[in-house]
Every structure is written in structure tokens, then in C-alpha cells.
């Protein structure tokens, strides 16, 4: 259920995709991202929504650690195992994720992420291709 206040999508969401809205670097990637992934039935609500807290169990004011993507059918990813399944849904980046299946790929990329996502607030925006940071 979209949360309140929300615009809602013109078809059924296939997945609400969480980031952290305090995080330029999050804000970077979503900019990046959010034209290809939304036609694709996905609707990025930052994590500081209320929507997610209800969701996670969340305290007032407490953040994920990694960006979550709950699906249409009520399961929740998160970190790198959410990213591969956005990136399934784009055609090009499909191989990609299909070689994370290789053994030890996904560990790695699951190590990377969480590096990154430690310490997002310390790194620079990503340059983007709508011109901001």
C-alpha cells in the first residue's frame, strides 16, 4: 500500500524502493534511476517516510542501514540482493545480476555494497546525467 500523501502509481506497484533520503549519494542514484525503474512499476519512497517505519519496525527517526525494496507480493529485500533485482528489470544489467549467481560473485558484491552503504554519508554524489550532483 502506497504511503499517505504519495502519488500513486498508474498501475499496480511491482515494488516500493527505500533509500535515504539524507544521503547524497542515495539521492544521486535515485535521480539516476527512478526514469528507468518506475515505468517498470517501481516507486522509490525515501526511508524518513512513515511508510517504512510501520514496515521495519522502526523507532522514531531510525534509518536502515541499506536500501530496502519491498515487492507487490509483501517480500522484503534489501542491500545488494535489492539492487540485483532492479537491475533484472532493466535488460541491459540483466547479465550482470545473472553472474552475481556465480559462487562467490554475490558475496563479493554484498561485501561492496556494504562498504559503500557504511559509508555513504562520508562520499560525494555521484555525477549524474540529469546535470546534478
Do not use: N
Not at 524502493?17 to 522509490?44: E, I, M, N, S, T
Not at 524518513?48 to 514496515?55: I, K, L, N, S
Not at 531510525?62 to 537491475?87: T, V
Request: hydrophobic content about 50%.
Amino acid at each position: 500500500m502506497p504511503p499517505t500523501g504519495a502519488p500513486a502509481p498508474a498501475a499496480a506497484a511491482r515494488g516500493w524502493v527505500g533509500y535515504d533520503a539524507a544521503c547524497g549519494l542515495c539521492q544521486a542514484w535515485v535521480r539516476r534511476w527512478r526514469p528507468r525503474l518506475a515505468p517498470r512499476g517501481f516507486v522509490f519512497i525515501p526511508l524518513q517516510d512513515a511508510f517504512w517505519a510501520g514496515r521495519l519496525g522502526l523507532a522514531a527517526g531510525e534509518i536502515p542501514s541499506e536500501i530496502k525494496l519491498l515487492l507487490g507480493d509483501g517480500r522484503l529485500l534489501g542491500g545488494a540482493e535489492a539492487i540485483l533485482y532492479l537491475a533484472r528489470s532493466i535488460g541491459w544489467l540483466a547479465p550482470l545480476a545473472w553472474a552475481a549467481r556465480l559462487p562467490g560473485v554475490f558475496a563479493l558484491v554484498a561485501a561492496l555494497y556494504r562498504g559503500v552503504a557504511r559509508h555513504r554519508h562520508r562520499l560525494p554524489p555521484l555525477r549524474d546525467s540529469t546535470g546534478g550532483a
